[in-house]
């Protein structure tokens, strides 16, 4: 009976010596990579994709110590996939399995602000809520409004669809601007700095150019 009790005291002892290495590891690891604070953001975006199209995100570039990561992959795709390498432009794809399929997310983890000799700065988490829609040409024509022009060198973008809220994102897919469509289908970009956004609108995402 001691025998047991000094053999339980010893594997307790054993398991608390492995917990104390664990924390002084991880410390150890931290002061070798200068840990530094890490800023979070987390961005939503809600797509209306109609089978069998393929939705396209492009990430961007990304320098030393960064990188994107896809940490949830969708469940109900037919073909997903985060394109291209540690130093070319990444771009997620994701096209459903059928037109029937569920609500479907998917959740990417960019790292960003390194000096290259450290961590990143930035942690950004991207989850897109994918809605497939029937392949019918009727509704595609229904759901897609008209916009430009489009690139756009002037402070205002015209649009098919009236007084309908509006989000425009950038090439990182932070939220840039949102608001509602004016009652001729105006939207302002004055605010809107000159290069490649992404705006969802009525269900549809368009691709624009501010200039």
Same mark, same amino acid.
């Given at each position: 009976?001691? &025998?047991?009790?000094? /053999?339980k005291k010893l594997e307790i002892r /054993?398991?608390?010596?492995?917990?104390? /290495?664990?924390?002084?590891?991880?410390?150890?690891?931290?002061?070798?990579?200068?840990?530094?604070?890490?800023? @979070? !953001? @987390?961005?939503?975006?809600?797509?209306?994709?109609? =089978?069998?199209?393929?939705?396209?995100?492009?990430?961007?570039?990304?320098?030393?110590?960064?990188?994107?990561?896809?940490?949830?992959a969708p469940l109900f795709a037919n073909y997903y996939e985060l394109g291209g390498?540690?130093? +070319?432009? *990444?771009?997620?794809? =994701?096209?459903?399995?059928?037109?029937?399929?569920?609500?479907?997310?998917?959740?990417?983890? %960019?790292? &960003?602000?390194?000096?290259? +000799?450290?961590?990143?700065? #930035?942690?950004? @988490?991207?989850? #897109?809520?994918?809605?497939?829609?029937?392949?019918?040409?009727?509704? *595609?024509?229904? *759901?897609?409004?008209?916009? $430009?022009?489009?690139?756009?060198?002037?402070?205002?973008?015209?649009?098919?669809?009236? %007084?309908?809220?509006?989000?425009?994102?950038?090439? !990182?897919?932070?939220?840039?601007?949102? +608001?509602?469509?004016?009652?001729?289908?105006?939207?302002?970009? %004055?605010?809107?700095?000159? $290069?490649? =956004?992404?705006?969802?609108?009525?269900?549809?995402?368009?691709?624009?150019? *501010?200039?």
């Open positions: 009976m001691a &025998r047991g009790r000094k /053999k /054993k398991m608390l010596a492995m917990k104390i /290495k664990s924390i002084i590891a991880t410390i150890t690891l931290c002061t070798a990579l200068n840990c530094v604070a890490q800023e @979070t !953001s @987390t961005t939503i975006i809600p797509i209306d994709i109609i =089978y069998p199209d393929t939705f396209h995100f492009e990430f961007g570039y990304y320098g030393d110590e960064e990188g994107i990561v896809l940490e949830q390498d540690q130093w +070319g432009l *990444r771009i997620f794809h =994701y096209q459903a399995q059928d037109p029937l399929t569920p609500s479907d997310t998917a959740m990417l983890i %960019e790292f &960003r602000g390194s000096d290259g +000799g450290g961590p990143s700065q #930035f942690i950004d @988490t991207t989850i #897109f809520v994918f809605n497939p829609l029937v392949d019918a040409v009727w509704e *595609r024509i229904q *759901r897609q409004p008209k916009i $430009g022009p489009n690139p756009c060198s002037g402070d205002l973008l015209n649009t098919s669809s009236f %007084e309908q809220e509006y989000f425009i994102y950038d090439g !990182s897919g932070s939220l840039v601007q949102m +608001g509602k469509t004016t009652s001729q289908g105006e939207i302002r970009l %004055e605010k809107v700095q000159t $290069g490649l =956004y992404y705006l969802v609108l009525a269900g549809h995402t368009e691709k624009i150019i *501010r200039l």
